[in-house]
Structures are given as C-alpha cells and as structure tokens.
C-alpha cells in the first residue's frame, strides 16, 4: 500500500497581480474518496485544480501528487494524474480513437487499444471512434474529455464542472461512472454546481469562497452541523406551545418547527411541550447540502 | 529503451508528440504540401522559364538552377516555420495545447518534439520543391541538375529548418492573436526571405543595396544551400555555415525561454 496521499496541498497561493485568486489553501485528499469542491463561481475551484496540473503557476505553497511534487518530479506526478478541464477542447482534424492514442502515448503507453476500446464503450463513444471532435455532441464531447483523463489509468482524477451543461440522463450516467472509478481505487476531485449531487456521491466537501476554504469536512457532518431540519407537525386542536425557540410558523393546526440537525426529535418535540395525543401528523424535511453551502458563504456576511 | 510495448515516460511521450506533429500535416496534405509544391512550379515557370533567360546572376550557371537552389531552401523554411507556428496557434485556439502542459512531456521535449516535426515537413516540401525543379531543369536543358554536395546541402536543409522550426514556435507562443502571427510572416519574415536572394544574386543589386543585403541573415542560409547545389554562391561558405549554427543556438535560447514563461492556455 502507498501511504503517500493522493493528493497533498500545503499553503496553496495564487495571486494575478493585486489580487488573491487563490489564499493560503492546504488540505489533503484521502486514498479512494471522491471530494467535491464547492464554490459560488470565481470563488478559486478552477485556478486552484489549474493549479495542481501546472496550467497555472502557483505563487506561493506546495502540491504533491502521491508524494510527488508537481514541479520538482514533474513527470511521476503527471502520470498520476487524469484531468478533464471545464472547457471541452477540440482536435481540429482527428479522430476520437486517434485522439486518444495521442493522448495514451503521451503518457508513455504506445500500444493500449484494449484500454482505449474498453473506455470507448463504457463511455457510449464506441460507434463515434471515428467521427471528429467537432461532429460529436456536446455531451459527447464531455465524456471523450473524460475518456482522455483516463487513458492511463490515473490514480487521483480531477474533475472540473464535468456535469456543467450536461442533461440529466447523461449526468447521472457520468456519476455512476465516477462512482464505479472510485470502487476501482481511483481517488477524485471533483468541482460542481450542483450541490445535490456532491452530497449524493462526495465522502468529504470543501467549501471554497472568494479563494479560501471555507470548510472541509466528510459531508454528513457537515450537514448536520450546518442544516436545518424541518418538522411540519399537524394536531387535532388547536394547541398553545410552551416554548416557541424551534416554532417557524403557526397556522390554524399547522405547526413548522425549524431546528438544527444536530439535534434529536424527540428532544426538540418535548422541549416544545407539545403533548403526542395531539398529534395527527408528523412530516420531517432533512436539511439539503445547498442550505449549510448558503450558510458558509454567508458566515462573512452574517 | 525502445520496448513500445511497456508505459515508458522519459521516451514514449516525446516520439508521441513527434509522430502527432507529422500526422497533423500529412491530414491536410493538400495545404501543407501540395499547395507549397505548386507555388514553387508556378515560380518555375514565371521566373525560371520565362523570364529567367533575361536575367543574368553572374553565376556560371544558367538562371533556372540559380533559382531552383533558392526556392528549395525558401520552401523548406517557410513549412518548417508554418508548421510549428500553425500547430501551436491552433492550439490555442481549440485548447489542445494545454493537454502538452498536463501530461508528462517537459520544455525540452516539448520544443524538440514540435521542431523535429516541423524539420520533417520542412525537408519534405524542399524535396518535393527540389523534384518538381528536376522536372522544369531535365525539359529545358535535357538533363538533371547536378547536386555540388549532398552533405552540405543536408546540413544547411536541417540547419534551416530547425531554426525556423524554433522561430515558429517562439513567435507563435508570444502571439496573442491571429492577426499578430500573420503580421510577423507578412511584415518580417517574407521580405527577408524574398530579399534574401531567392530570386536574384547581390551582382544584381547596387553596392548600397549589396551592403544591406547582408545584413539580412536569410541571404546566407540561401547562399549555403545555393553553394550546396551550385558549387558557388554570393557569400562564403564558412559565413553561411556560421549564420546557420549561430542563429539555431539563438532562437533555440529564445524559444525555450519563452516557454517556462509561457501560458499554454487556450484563447
């Protein structure tokens, strides 16, 4: 076993000119998790994995790819890693499968057609090996960026907006893919918008706001910790609540109850004084990721 | 070293590049060398044939071989500039070139893989130049014309190329857009090498003109192919040996220069 993480990021800093795109970041990504980086747009998720695949010239800190510095051993670094950027990027005159020969090779696998067909037909790409980028559709072309990343077998895979403009059919496929990825061993790093789905498919989030991360942490703590719950509670009578800390809204026999998802139900129900024979209904919302996301990026605000 | 059938990551990914640059020319085979090939049958036929038995050059030669000698090393160094340069402008414009930056090829391959690529197209449209001269040479006069040094001549062709080659890559990665690329072929590099005495010899010029004109260090790289296949040339041929090696290491310098600070980011 490799005992190097995936990826290590140590006082990350990326300045253009004045100002600060990226500040003082560190966190490290654990073997086999899938971590989703979460941001409002220009918050950094993009100059920060730029970062990491050397696009962008950090100005000040660390990376290190399974213990291999991005800049000072280069090329073990590269070959561990699979990037698909944000954009989609065209070959001018090339086929699919020539496209990722090229790219196989160069990674230093000359001969890997069985690879490069095993990744054409997971992907649904097989019938198109031969058409140009520019003929293919746009979520075509998202799951060759993604074949392209995979050539080499990469042993941490960032993932940039991979989802980005892509329809629902198509996301939840890739998603499935991701997760079959991360089974096989492959670490990933992924950035997205949609929040519901890094809470469905992230072990861990990073929250990134204007450059520096915000919060990190395994995914279900941290919508505990940061979302509310709902309980929309329904009596037979009119009732009087000897406590209304956790009361939202009252409506005739209709009670919202607001309370943080830290806390149990049944504490919450009884430091409200409600007596159960009143009850005729009880329905509880769990807290989404989108709320405790809008909560970090307002902490400032607050 | 040379085993393609294991992952190999100090070699494999260089002769991918290698062999990527040389198939990006040879899909469009119409433009890259077809379209050179016509060009300098068109010179031929103006230049050589028509007009050339007005022209005299001060050469032993007849005119027609004075000017075939110049349009092989004309064409090998406009496609061997074109190829890098166009190569390196469109990938920035589709974001190929990014994909250079992420996987792991370094600077020096990078450079070397794109010029040896530029070379081989470079030195196949001069052989195509120098094929279809044969033709027009063997109709006028009845025989081929005689090649004075093949070593000379190889030296030269390469030299030339990978200079320019480099030259692509440079002027390419420094342009920030279309128009700043083609204005450095237009405003630059055409005049220098259409005054650098593809079409006429300094014998033509007047002695202001002469002396100008050799400052212009294309006219040496010429004479030196010109020498190669003539046995004669306007400069010497150390001169010309000189200014091909002096101006490969310099714009090697620049090139790899400009590359460890350049963004590789698409337009």
Known sequence: MNMEKPLKI????????????????????????????????GAGKT?????????????????????????????????NLGYVPQEVINHGYFTVEEI?????????????????????????????????????????????????ALVHKPKLLLLDEPTAGVDIELRNSLWEFVLELKASGTT????????????????????????????????????????????EVETTGKVELQNTEYLKKQEGNKLTLEFPSSLKIGEVISSTGLDL???????????????????ILNQGRM | MFDFSKQNISTHPFIMLFWKEIRRYLKVMVQTVVTPAINSGLYLLIFGVSLGSS????????????????????????????NTSSSIISGKFSGDLED????????????????LGGVTRGVMVSSVTMLVGQVFYYFTFGEFLEIHSWPALIFFLFFGALSYAKLGMFVAFLAKTFDQMSAVTAFVLQPLAFLG????????????????????????????????ILGQSDVSLMSSVMVAIVSLVLFHIIVVLTISRSQFKRW
Not at chain 1, 111 to 127: D, V
Not at chain 1, 203 to 227: A, C, H, N, P, Q
Not at chain 2, 198 to 227: D, M, T
Request: proline share 2%; charged share 20%.
């Open chain 1, 10 to 41: 140590k006082n990350l800093s990326k300045n253009y000119g004045d100002f600060s795109a990226v500040k003082d970041v560190s966190f490290d990504l654990e073997d086999g998790e899938i971590f989703g980086l979460l941001g409002p747009n």
């Open chain 2, 55 to 82: 022209i005299d050059t001060g050469f032993d030669t007849p005119y027609l071989a004075f000017l075939i000698s110049g349009l092989i090393m004309m064409s090998c160094l406009n496609n061997s500039f074109q």
């Open chain 1, 47 to 79: 100059t920060l994995i730029s970062c990491i695949v050397t696009l962008e010239k950090m100005s000040s800190g660390s990376i290190s790819v399974l213990g291999s510095d991005v800049y000072e051993d280069s090329k073990q670094a590269k070959i």
């Open chain 1, 188 to 231: 990933v790093l992924l950035t997205t918008h949609y929040l519901e789905e890094a809470e469905s498919l992230c072990d861990r989030i990073g929250v990134i706001s204007k450059g520096e991360l915000k919060k990190i942490g395994k995914t279900s703590d941290l919508i505990s910790e940061l979302t509310f719950r709902t309980l």
């Open chain 2, 100 to 115: 250079l930056k992420v996987v792991p090829l370094s600077s020096q391959q990078i450079i070397w893989a794109m010029c």
């Open chain 2, 197 to 228: 005495g593809v079409f006429f010899s300094l014998n033509n010029l007047s002695p202001f003109w002469q002396k100008v004109a050799l400052f212009n260090p294309v006219l040496y790289l010429i004479s030196g192919v010109r020498y190669s």
């Open chain 1, 100 to 148: 990722l020969g090229f790219y196989s090779g160069y990674f230093g696998i000359l001969q890997n057609k069985e690879h490069i067909t095993y990744l054409l037909k997971k992907l649904a790409l097989y019938e198109h090996k031969d058409k140009k980028v520019k003929q293919l559709s746009g979520g075509m072309k998202r799951r060759l960026m993604i074949a392209k």
């Open chain 1, 277 to 295: 024979n009143s009850v005729a209904d009880l329905q509880l919302k769990e807290g989404s990721l989108e709320d405790a996301f809008l909560k």
